[in-house]
């Protein structure tokens, strides 16, 4: 008994521990959660003044339970104080254990500078369950050894909630510091510390330590901070695991000149700068940790012999790795969604990573280093880095928010390649002979393009946008050129060559950007900028500090400040260039010796062109200065406006008599002037409106256009801007194949130089004269009474309309349908005969198209018929049918034959009976025969054999034998008797038989009587 009752209370504890263990509200492992502190309820505090222990004898005098050892330690427990004035528990010099528990310490007005427990130059000291409020320090140690704080509670403005310095052997466990305190934990010199299981809410810092060694901090949460969450400074040996950090003004866990750190399997989320920062420190590793919507992720800087594995970092908007000039860097399985990763140094060996299994945005991460004349499949990748690597070809590839970098390479080309929502995009780093083809850059944060020390770089047939940055940027890149290429929308300049000499700039479009369209400065010597054209930016193309160099064929209209300016060049040739509609078309300052020819300068706000007193020796000669604010304004004295033999400029408020005076200070002179006519607007001709059919090819709307100064043409269908481009003057063509039924405006602008603009519109209709598409189904013959059976037509129009299904001249169905679809019409259920089902199938346009399929409903099923058994019978038995079971949909006449003579025939409904009685000895064969009303036949044979009765049977049972078994009768069988055959009646039989007996009897008792 006893041990089935250990039994029974076995199961019972293993139940309610798996019940404990499976309850959703069971205590659950967390290693980036504190535990939550409390011991349960506490008893009344006792309310006490301020509280001073200077010695080991204090404890004793003033009555404090305990001895003093670690067994049995002296205790300052459940105690109200209430003070402003004055540390409320303070305890100094002390060598003996001691206990502070379960004290609740306030203060008593707004403002509190004061304490609320004070240790100083102890040892073996606890304090544990206090709650201190509104004091300037919570707790403060300085000097004591071998203390420890657990399940503390702090509350209110304190500028530390704990405050320990000069110290070692510390720990901090299972507190809870909120509501605005400055620092949760500030350590100054302190050693061997554990703080673990706190929670921080609503601090400046959550932990704060500087200059210390082995300190350990884990699984504490810290909630929203205004600076950061764990911040380290030259402390050596330090571990963080399992923290969890969150909503930080600043970085989580920033590690400041802390060698021989570890930190793992922390969680960072919405930090305002990095997740996880180390810096100046030796032999980092990061391990598992997981940062989330921060702008960094993980940094690196100035980290030597670092390693980053493991980690997951999400939803970053800069980087999810950032190595900044990090010496041996290890990365490893790390796992980045949303950014990427940037490396950053002054030298090549900052650019030389160990790396492994890395993904980024869901792919592999490209890093390529030391290699040579390799083909990268750029679709393959996430994010793609080339460091001292030769003859690369990179073709391909959808980059979203990560960088790319060319690092310490050459002889590389880029081609294909798209680069979305990025910081940067494309970084090229003493990188020579370069070639970026076909590059799309868009909403990125600052450049498309950034080049520093790569010579001979050419950018071509690439496209740039909405960037807040400069498109393209070239610092210190000799030789480089920037063709075929379109930027437009954008916060910042265009294309940048900065200390880039014999660059070319040409063939390119710069539109809607907030500053220079086009700029070339300082010492970007013998640059060409050629046929480029800049418009609505704030100015269009600026030379600065760059001798000798040319701009011809550009085209600048519509900037805000200036159209080109030449700023502290030296021997700077313009010529063939458009300035109009900008503030001012073309301005020199400090420069000599330019020579500007053959521009047109017009129509421009301020001034057509200008000219600084500080500009010496220049040219100006053959251009068309017209409409102007004013037309030229010069505060040179040396300048030249002729060519000093009869050629000087055209001007349209020159009078046609004498010289021209030239605007400004310096009292310049054309001697060879000559007028402009007033312009006129762009010619564009009218067509006539079209009529088009629907699918055809080769339609076309022609407008003859032509202008002296074009510049730019929109093409809109209904409104909707179809084409734009420049406009040499040429005709203008659309091709307006493909559209669909309906009535379209097109219209065309043409914009010349001047501003001056004209427009034509031509208004197409687009009809549909094409039929629907309609199959012919075959002939349907079909078995009466069968189903299953449809007509089934597949149609097809652009524009579908309606349907109609007629069968002999009836409408059975209609309806719509759409664009390519089967139309159906079921055809089960008719009778016997030929039918006529005809569809009609529109468009909306009214096209018709017709189709008949004839149904023929016939009746070639034979009647179903039974068979019966074969009968065999002795003569004279009774009660012998014979039963045909019999069916078909049109049931019409039977015969029945005997030995090939009919017998009988008649109507049928679904059975046939027939009497075979009475017939003599013998066999007998009985077919039937039925048809239906569509001549359908079927027949079925019986054997009926009559034996002769046996005069030696004692039996009177009548014995019939049959071959099968019976048919089954039917209430509406039909059973026909046979007719009368000559055969002795049965009873004479019997009375013959009786009379026999009867005389046999009479005989053999006479003969016994003789006896």
Same mark, same amino acid.
């Given at each position: 008994?006893?041990?089935?009752?250990?039994? =029974?209370?076995?199961?019972?504890?293993?139940?309610? !521990?798996?019940?404990?263990?499976?309850?959703?509200?069971?205590?659950?492992?967390?290693?980036?959660?504190?535990?939550?502190?409390?011991?349960?309820?506490?008893?009344? @505090?006792?309310?006490?003044?301020?509280?001073?222990?200077?010695?080991?004898?204090?404890?004793?005098?003033?009555?404090?339970?305990?001895?003093?050892?670690?067994?049995?330690?002296?205790?300052?427990? #459940?105690?109200?104080?209430?003070?402003?004035?004055?540390?409320?528990?303070?305890?100094?010099?002390?060598?003996?254990?001691?206990?502070?528990?379960?004290?609740?310490?306030?203060?008593?007005?707004?403002?509190?500078?004061?304490?609320?427990?004070?240790?100083?130059?102890?040892?073996?000291?606890?304090?544990?369950?206090?709650?201190?409020?509104?004091?300037?320090?919570?707790? @403060?140690?300085?000097?004591?050894?071998?203390?420890?704080?657990?399940?503390?509670?702090?509350?209110?403005?304190?500028?530390?909630?704990? @405050?320990?310095?000069?110290?070692?052997?510390?720990?901090?466990?299972?507190?809870? +510091?909120?509501?605005?305190?400055?620092?949760?934990?500030?350590?100054?010199?302190?050693?061997? =510390?554990?703080?673990?299981?706190?929670?921080?809410?609503?601090?400046? @810092?959550?932990?704060?330590?500087?200059?210390?060694?082995?300190?350990?901090?884990?699984?504490?949460?810290?909630?929203?901070?205004?600076?950061?969450?764990?911040?380290?400074?030259?402390?050596?040996?330090?571990?963080?695991?399992?923290?969890?950090?969150?909503?930080?003004?600043?970085?989580?866990?920033?590690?400041?000149?802390?060698?021989?750190?570890?930190?793992?399997?922390?969680?960072?989320?919405?930090?305002?700068?990095?997740?996880?920062?180390?810096?100046?420190?030796?032999?980092?590793? %990061?391990?598992?940790?997981?940062?989330?919507?921060?702008?960094?992720?993980?940094?690196?800087?100035?980290?030597?012999?670092?390693?980053?594995?493991?980690?997951?970092?999400?939803?970053?908007?800069?980087?999810?790795?950032?190595?900044?000039?990090?010496?041996?860097?290890?990365?490893?399985?790390?796992?980045?969604?949303?950014?990427?990763?940037?490396?950053?140094?002054?030298?090549?060996?900052?650019?030389?990573?160990?790396?492994?299994?890395?993904?980024?945005?869901?792919?592999?991460?490209?890093?390529?280093?030391?290699?040579?004349?390799?083909?990268?499949?750029?679709?393959?990748?996430?994010?793609? %880095?080339?460091?001292?690597?030769?003859?690369?070809?990179?073709?391909?590839?959808?980059?979203?928010?990560?960088?790319?970098?060319?690092?310490?390479?050459?002889?590389?080309? $880029?081609?294909?390649?798209?680069?979305?929502?990025?910081?940067?995009?494309?970084?090229?780093?003493?990188?020579?002979?370069?070639?970026?083809?076909?590059?799309?850059?868009?909403?990125?944060?600052?450049?498309?393009?950034?080049?520093?020390?790569?010579?001979?770089?050419?950018?071509?047939?690439?496209?740039?946008?909405? !960037?807040?940055?400069?498109?393209?940027?070239?610092?210190?890149?000799?030789?480089?050129?920037?063709?075929?290429?379109?930027?437009?929308?954008?916060?910042?300049?265009?294309?940048?060559?900065?200390?880039?000499?014999?660059?070319?700039?040409?063939?390119?479009?710069?539109?809607?950007?907030?500053?220079?369209?086009?700029?070339?400065?300082?010492?970007?010597?013998?640059?060409?900028?050629? /046929?480029?054209?800049? /418009?609505?930016?704030?100015?269009?193309?600026?030379?600065?500090?760059?001798?000798?160099?040319?701009?011809?064929?550009?085209?600048?209209?519509?900037?805000?400040?200036?159209?080109?300016?030449?700023?502290?060049?030296?021997?700077?040739?313009?010529?063939?260039?458009?300035?109009?509609?900008?503030?001012?078309? !073309?301005?020199?300052?400090?420069?000599?010796?330019?020579?500007?020819?053959?521009?047109? +300068? %017009?129509?421009?706000?301020?001034?057509?062109?200008?000219?600084?007193?500080?500009?010496?020796?220049?040219?100006?000669?053959?251009?068309?200065?017209?409409?102007?604010?004013?037309?030229?304004?010069?505060?040179?004295?040396?300048?030249?406006?002729?060519?000093?033999?009869?050629?000087?400029?055209?001007?349209?408020?020159?009078?046609?008599?004498?010289?021209?005076?030239?605007?400004?200070?310096?009292? /310049?002179?054309?001697?060879?002037?000559?007028?402009?006519?007033?312009? +006129?607007?762009?010619?564009?001709?009218?067509?006539?409106? %079209?009529?088009?059919?629907?699918?055809?090819?080769?339609?076309?709307?022609?407008?003859?256009?032509?202008?002296?100064?074009?510049?730019?043409?929109?093409?809109?269908?209904?409104?909707?801007?179809?084409?734009?481009?420049?406009?040499?003057?040429? #005709?203008?063509?659309?091709?307006?194949?493909?559209?669909?039924?309906?009535?379209?405006?097109?219209? =065309?602008?043409?914009?010349?130089?001047?501003?001056?603009?004209?427009?034509?519109?031509?208004?197409?209709?687009? +009809?549909? *004269?094409?039929?629907?598409?309609?199959?012919?189904?075959?002939?349907?013959?079909?078995?009466?009474?069968?189903?299953?059976?449809?007509?089934?037509?597949?149609?097809?129009?652009?524009?579908?309309?309606?349907?109609?299904?007629?069968?002999?001249?009836?409408?059975?169905?209609?309806? #719509?349908?759409?664009?390519?679809?089967?139309?159906?019409?079921?055809?089960?259920?008719?009778?016997?005969?030929?039918?006529?089902?005809?569809?009609?199938?529109?468009?909306?346009?009214? #096209?018709?198209?017709?189709?008949?399929?004839?149904?023929?409903?016939?009746?070639?099923?034979?009647?179903?018929?039974?068979?019966?058994?074969?009968?065999?019978?002795?003569?004279?038995?009774?009660?012998?049918?014979?039963?045909?079971?019999?069916?078909?949909?049109?049931?019409?006449?039977?015969?029945?034959?005997?030995?090939?003579?009919?017998?009988?025939?008649?109507?049928?409904?679904?059975?046939?009976? &027939?009497?075979?009685?009475? &017939?003599?000895?013998?066999?007998?064969?009985?077919? $039937?025969?039925?048809?239906?009303?569509?001549?359908?036949?079927?027949?079925?044979?019986?054997?009926?054999?009559?034996?002769?009765?046996?005069?030696?049977?004692?039996?009177?049972? *009548?014995?019939?034998?049959?071959?099968?078994?019976?048919?089954?009768?039917?209430?509406?069988?039909?059973?026909?008797?046979?007719?009368?055959?000559?055969?002795?009646?049965?009873?004479? &039989?019997?009375?013959?038989?009786?009379?026999?007996?009867?005389?046999?009897?009479?005989?053999?008792?006479?003969?016994?009587?003789?006896?």
């Amino acid at each position: 008994m006893r041990t089935g009752s250990t039994r =029974v209370i076995f199961v019972v504890m293993v139940l309610g !521990l798996s019940m404990i263990l499976a309850s959703p509200d069971a205590p659950k492992d967390s290693t980036s959660m504190p535990l939550q502190h409390g011991d349960g309820v506490r008893v009344a @505090y006792t309310s006490s003044g301020p509280i001073a222990i200077s010695s080991d004898a204090d404890f004793v005098s003033q009555g404090w339970p305990g001895s003093g050892t670690a067994a049995d330690p002296y205790r300052i427990e #459940n105690l109200s104080i209430v003070t402003s004035s004055s540390t409320a528990i303070n305890v100094s010099s002390t060598t003996a254990y001691f206990v502070i528990k379960n004290c609740l310490i306030q203060n008593s007005s707004s403002v509190d500078l004061t304490t609320g427990i004070a240790l100083k130059d102890n040892a073996h000291g606890v304090i544990r369950d206090c709650i201190v409020e509104n004091k300037h320090d919570g707790i @403060y140690i300085n000097g004591s050894n071998e203390t420890a704080l657990d399940n503390n509670t702090f509350l209110g403005a304190m500028v530390s909630a704990m @405050y320990v310095q000069w110290a070692s052997g510390l720990s901090i466990t299972n507190s809870t +510091v909120s509501l605005n305190a400055n620092r949760g934990v500030t350590l100054e010199y302190v050693d061997d =510390v554990e703080i673990s299981r706190n929670l921080f809410n609503n601090t400046d @810092y959550g932990i704060y330590s500087y200059y210390g060694d082995n300190l350990s901090i884990s699984s504490n949460t810290i909630l929203p901070s205004s600076s950061s969450g764990v911040y380290v400074y030259w402390t050596s040996n330090v571990t963080a695991y399992d923290n969890y950090v969150t909503a930080i003004n600043s970085a989580g866990l920033i590690f400041y000149s802390s060698d021989s750190l570890n930190v793992t399997r922390n969680t960072v989320s919405k930090a305002h700068a990095s997740g996880i920062i180390a810096q100046y420190s030796d032999h980092v590793e %990061m391990s598992f940790n997981t940062i989330e919507a921060s702008t960094y992720g993980i940094t690196l800087s100035r980290i030597t012999n670092g390693s980053v594995r493991g980690s997951v970092i999400s939803g970053c908007t800069l980087y999810g790795l950032y190595l900044d000039q990090s010496l041996g860097t290890q990365l490893y399985d790390n796992t980045i969604a949303g950014s990427g990763i940037y490396v950053y140094g002054p030298s090549l060996e900052y650019y030389v990573v160990e790396e492994s299994n890395n993904t980024v945005n869901g792919k592999s991460f490209g890093y390529f280093l030391n290699r040579t004349n390799t083909i990268v499949d750029g679709s393959k990748f996430g994010q793609i %880095m080339l460091v001292n690597s030769t003859g690369m070809r990179v073709s391909g590839g959808f980059f979203e928010n990560v960088p790319t970098r060319i690092e310490y390479s050459n002889q590389t080309t $880029l081609s294909g390649m798209t680069m979305v929502n990025t910081y940067r995009g494309l970084s090229l780093d003493y990188s020579p002979n370069i070639t970026v083809v076909d590059l799309s850059v868009s909403n990125a944060t600052t450049n498309g393009v950034g080049a520093f020390m790569t010579d001979n770089l050419t950018i071509k047939d690439s496209h740039f946008e909405f !960037l807040t940055g400069i498109a393209v940027q070239l610092e210190s890149c000799s030789h480089a050129t920037v063709v075929n290429t379109t930027i437009q929308r954008l916060n910042n300049q265009g294309i940048s060559l900065s200390l880039s000499p014999f660059g070319t700039i040409a063939n390119n479009t710069v539109d809607d950007c907030s500053s220079w369209g086009i700029s070339v400065t300082t010492t970007s010597y013998n640059a060409t900028v050629l /046929r480029n054209t800049v /418009r609505s930016c704030t100015g269009g193309v600026f030379i600065s500090s760059s001798h000798n160099s040319t701009m011809r064929d550009n085209t600048v209209v519509g900037n805000s400040a200036y159209g080109v300016k030449v700023a502290w060049s030296n021997h700077v040739h313009v010529s063939n260039t458009t300035s109009i509609l900008n503030n001012v078309g !073309l301005y020199s300052v400090g420069s000599d010796n330019g020579t500007y020819m053959n521009n047109t +300068v %017009m129509s421009n706000g301020d001034t057509g062109i200008g000219v600084d007193g500080t500009s010496d020796y220049s040219v100006f000669v053959g251009n068309l200065l017209g409409w102007n604010g004013i037309n030229a304004e010069d505060a040179s004295s040396t300048s030249a406006w002729d060519d000093n033999v009869s050629r000087g400029n055209a001007w349209s408020d020159y009078n046609g008599t004498g010289v021209y005076p030239v605007g400004g200070t310096g009292g /310049r002179i054309d001697h060879y002037p000559v007028g402009i006519a007033l312009p +006129v607007p762009p010619f564009i001709s009218q067509p006539e409106n %079209m009529t088009v059919t629907e699918d055809t090819i080769g339609n076309v709307i022609l407008w003859e256009a032509r202008s002296l100064f074009p510049d730019w043409y929109t093409i809109s269908r209904n409104t909707t801007l179809l084409n734009e481009g420049e406009w040499n003057g040429s #005709n203008i063509s659309l091709n307006i194949d493909g559209l669909e039924v309906g009535t379209f405006n097109f219209t =065309v602008v043409v914009y010349d130089r001047l501003g001056l603009t004209n427009s034509s519109s031509v208004i197409v209709t687009v +009809v549909d *004269t094409t039929a629907p598409s309609l199959d012919s189904p075959p002939d349907i013959t079909y078995e009466v009474g069968t189903t299953g059976h449809q007509v089934v037509w597949t149609a097809a129009a652009h524009h579908p309309g309606s349907h109609t299904i007629y069968r002999n001249g009836t409408v059975v169905a209609s309806g #719509n349908w759409s664009v390519s679809t089967t139309i159906s019409v079921s055809i089960d259920g008719l009778s016997l005969g030929l039918y006529n089902f005809t569809i009609v199938v529109r468009d909306l346009s009214g #096209n018709l198209v017709v189709d008949t399929v004839w149904v023929m409903v016939r009746d070639t099923t034979p009647p179903s018929l039974t068979s019966p058994a074969d009968v065999t019978y002795v003569m004279g038995a009774v009660g012998h049918v014979l039963q045909w079971n019999v069916s078909d949909l049109f049931p019409a006449g039977y015969r029945i034959y005997r030995n090939g003579t009919v017998v009988m025939s008649a109507e049928w409904t679904d059975s046939v009976s &027939l009497n075979v009685d009475y &017939l003599i000895v013998g066999t007998y064969n009985f077919t $039937l025969v039925v048809w239906d009303g569509s001549g359908n036949t079927a027949a079925d044979t019986v054997i009926v054999t009559v034996v002769p009765y046996s005069t030696t049977s004692t039996s009177s049972t *009548t014995e019939t034998t049959a071959t099968s078994t019976s048919p089954t009768t039917s209430n509406n069988s039909t059973t026909t008797p046979l007719p009368t055959e000559p055969m002795v009646p049965a009873w004479a &039989l019997g009375v013959v038989a009786g009379v026999f007996s009867v005389v046999i009897l009479v005989l053999l008792v006479l003969l016994r009587r003789r006896q």
